[in-house]
């Protein structure tokens, strides 16, 4: 047998086992290409590292010069939004404070005021002062002396004291018409009311009359009042039928059929009695209980 098997296919023990490790190594080497990613290793070069991270930081600069930068115009510092806040350079907190001094209703009215409500700093105030624009009667003011200042807040006290007031129940078509918002048709339904109540016993009256806004109505009521003792047109209550009842303007026939059936049911109605009577409109009643009679 061993003169059958060639001599280059006998090996030694130092030999069989060279091969075995080497086969080891193959194998190793065969799994380790399988499993890892060579294609992630690449070299770095420092100066290409050094150069991305200054890049980084211009880019970063430039965004924040982008953001920051904000063309300012003139303006009322008392009116400065949150976002407008942010882009002067104010902080959070120092914005919360103005909005806190004007809800208050009032008003900042100067420079050193502005710094003193928000706390901002002297080199803030520095860039952003040259834009405040306050109103022409807070400048008129600075510039005025203080006796100057008490002559003009007198005189316009007087003027505003002088200010015509005119008798609403003795106000004609043309009157009522110089009061802005109100034309032809208000006129017309303002005088018609006063015809069917007699005459209005309080300006609060107003609002009931349809399609008068309340803004109108503080318009009126700095032009007219109750001037003189009114003569309303009276009812009897305990007296009138329910058809009359309804032709009162602030009863309605659900209204007037209840105080018919209280009057039938308790007898004469006094007037701590209407309180009672349901459906009543009592947030009305201290206006309603001049128009009737007990």
């Known amino acids: ?38 294609s992630s290793i690449s070299k770095v ?4 590292t050094k150069w991305l991270a ?10 924040t010069q982008s953001e920051t930068s904000y063309k300012m ?6 009116f400065i939004t949150d976002f407008k806040g942010y882009k002067i350079g104010m902080t959070v907190e120092q914005i919360d404070r103005l909005l806190a001094y004007r809800k208050q209703n009032k008003y900042v009215n100067s420079t050193v005021e502005f710094q003193k409500v928000t706390g901002v700093s002297d080199s803030l105030l520095n860039v ?11 400048n008129k003011k600075e510039s005025q002396t203080k006796s100057e200042w008490i002559d003009y807040s007198l005189a316009k006290k007087v003027a505003k004291e002088k200010a015509i007031v005119l008798d609403i129940n003795a106000a004609t078509k043309e009157d009522l018409m110089r009061v802005y918002g109100i034309g032809d048709a208000l006129s017309e339904r303002i005088l018609k009311q006063k015809e069917v109540l007699g005459d209005f016993v309080s300006m609060e009256q107003m609002y009931d009359i349809w399609g008068l806004q309340p803004e109108i109505v503080e318009k009126l009521q700095t032009q007219f009042k109750v001037i003189k003792t009114p003569n309303p047109i009276k009812i009897n209550i305990n007296q009138a039928t329910i058809k009359e ?7 309605r026939y659900p209204i007037s059929k209840n105080i018919v059936t209280y009057r039938s049911m308790n007898g004469d109605i006094k007037i701590e009695d209407l309180l009672k009577i349901k459906g009543f409109p009592i947030d009305k009643i201290k206006i309603i209980a001049l128009y009737l009679e007990f």
């Open 1 to 38: 047998m061993p003169k059958i098997i060639p001599s280059y296919l006998v090996f030694t023990k130092e030999q069989r086992n060279g091969i075995l490790l080497l086969f080891i190594l193959i194998v190793l080497l065969q799994l380790a290409y399988f499993f890892l990613n060579f």
């Open 245 to 251: 009842l309804s032709q009162f303007p602030y009863f």
């Open 54 to 63: 200054l890049q980084n930081e211009l880019d970063s600069l430039k965004q």
């Open 73 to 78: 115009y003139p303006f009322n510092p008392n």
């Open 128 to 138: 952003i002062s040259p834009y405040f624009k306050f109103p022409d009667w807070v």
């Open 45 to 48: 070069n420092p100066a290409m």
